[in-house]
């Protein structure tokens, strides 16, 4: 069974850091491409950041491009999500989601992990 | 990249059938198969319901139906069930980007 465990979430002030990750388990996850899709409160879905199953490609909103930085560890099976310079604008539930073998869609979600930027 | 243009919301009574559309550009929803669909109830992930336009994944509702005309696609949910009371998003992938649509509400009467 897939299974996607986000941590890292919490209260960081405007220009803090935070460092996400997400525990995956059940498929091979180095063979998977990986994504964090978030969710501002009471808004709709928002692609954040994807990386290639090998971690050599990575890509990101125009929102977020410089600030956060995705990774992956293929022999512990987690995925991270460094988050810098923070901005209000920036909080919301952040989902990790596993990409679909030959098709650009997520087929599995995490339970997502709340972010808060906040003075 | 803009949102894709989903509608704020659709209802239906419980048997019928409701559409909901989203509504892009030929740089994404018309110049690619690459739509997919996604379930969400109050304090959930989503589910992915739709991908690639048309097809489901496996263990989805065969009432669950995906489609496309132009720079258009399309969710039709036959026989509405009080559990499909839920939010719905479109999203759309071109050139390593997603952009989502910003959901539509169902009620189902």
């Known amino acids: 069974e897939v299974q996607l465990v986000e941590s890292g979430g919490g209260l960081v002030h405007p220009g803090g850091s935070l460092r996400l ?13 990986m994504s964090w899709v978030r969710q501002a409160p009471g808004k709709g879905l928002d692609w954040v950041s994807a990386i290639k199953g090998s971690g050599v490609s990575t890509y990101y909103a125009a929102s977020v491009k410089g600030r956060f930085t995705i990774s992956r560890d293929n022999s512990n099976n ?26 650009p869609s997520f087929g599995y979600w995490g339970q997502g992990t709340l972010v808060t930027v906040s003075s | 990249q803009s949102a894709l243009t989903q509608p704020a919301s659709v209802s239906g009574s419980p048997g019928q059938s409701i559409t909901i559309s989203c509504t892009g550009t030929s740089s994404d929803v018309g110049g690619y198969k690459y739509v997919s669909w996604y379930q969400q109830h109050p304090g959930k992930a989503p589910k992915l319901i739709i991908y690639d336009v048309s097809n489901r994944p496996s263990g989805v509702s065969n009432r669950f139906s995906g489609s496309k005309s ?3 696609a399309s969710l039709t949910i ?16 071109t050139s390593s980007i997603w952009v989502f649509g910003g959901g539509t509400k169902l009620t189902v009467l």
């Open chain 1, 21 to 33: 990750s997400c525990a995956a388990s059940g498929f091979t996850f180095s063979t998977y491409a």
């Open chain 1, 78 to 103: 987690t995925l991270f999500l460094q988050m810098d310079s923070l901005r209000a604008e920036d909080t919301a539930v952040y989902y990790c989601a596993k990409g679909q073998a030959g098709a």
């Open chain 2, 70 to 72: 132009g720079n258009t």
């Open chain 2, 78 to 93: 036959s026989g509405l069930q009080a559990e499909d009371e839920a939010d719905y998003y479109c999203s759309s992938y």
